[in-house]
């Protein structure tokens, strides 16, 4: 079994900051890619930014400049740094992690999710 669990979201005023954390746990030989996605009120799930094992970043347009994804490998854990957020940056924000289960196979999971909300 692996968890995924997310914190550090919350209320922030536009043009503010905010750091998520995702940390991974569980039995997994090793984790691949691990990324942050977010999902507003009547929108899909769109992809936030993701880092590979050898701190490959990919990150949304919408993003680039204002948000850096990290990870530390010894603890299994990915970071968000937001800054400069702005209200359409307000959804609810999912950790997803790609982990090796075994030769051969790998699983990815996803946490609950934490809200950020950006408003005056």
């Known amino acids: 079994q692996v968890q995924v669990v997310e914190s550090g979201g919350g209320l922030v005023q536009p043009g503010g900051s905010l750091r998520l954390s995702c940390a991974a746990s569980g039995r997994f030989v090793s984790i691949y890619t691990m990324g942050w996605y977010r999902q507003a009120p009547g929108k899909q799930r769109e992809l936030v930014a993701t880092?590979?094992?050898?701190?490959?970043?990919n990150y949304a347009d919408s993003v680039k400049g204002r948000f850096t994804i990290s990870r530390d490998n010894a603890k299994n854990t990915v970071y968000l740094q937001m800054n400069s957020l702005k209200p359409e940056d307000t959804a609810v924000y999912y950790c997803?992690?790609?982990?090796?289960?075994?030769?051969?196979?790998?699983?990815?999971?996803w946490g609950q999710g934490t809200q950020v909300t950006v408003s005056s």
């Open positions: 997803n992690a790609v982990v090796s289960l075994r030769l051969e196979v790998r699983g990815a999971y």
């Open positions: 880092i590979t094992s050898n701190d490959n970043t």
